[in-house]
């Protein structure tokens, strides 16, 4: 009856080793990495405001700079990323603008708030060369 229960407990460790190495040895699925240069576009009560934004990464850190017609490069401030999501804001003569975007692959689309208004943003991440 021993020799039983040693056999029924040495078979439910091991397979209970096994469960635990497949789960360690599976891949992990990678963060997304919205790093890049990406066309965007961005709706105005007055039309469409288009141009670059590049976002890096440097020592764990996100940064991302706005190429514009009318302000020139802007660099957005309290950039966090999570997941697939970001937000960020910048100061466009005295007055706040928020990003808050989401990413699908090489894809982004979002809001932008400045002056009480939502302005919708899309973007498309430039291939690379």
Known sequence: MKKVLNLKNSVA???LLGVMFAFTSMDKVPAYDPT???GYEIETPDGAITGDMT???TD???EVSVETDDFGTLELEDVEVKDK???ASVDV???TAEF???FDGDEMSGVILYGGEELPIVAEREKSK
């Open 13 to 15: 460790f091991l397979m």
């Open 85 to 87: 999501e970001m937000t």
């Open 36 to 38: 890049g240069t990406w």
């Open 100 to 102: 808050e975007v989401e």
């Open 55 to 57: 976002i890096s990464k």
């Open 93 to 95: 003569q005295g007055v």
């Open 60 to 62: 764990g850190e996100y």
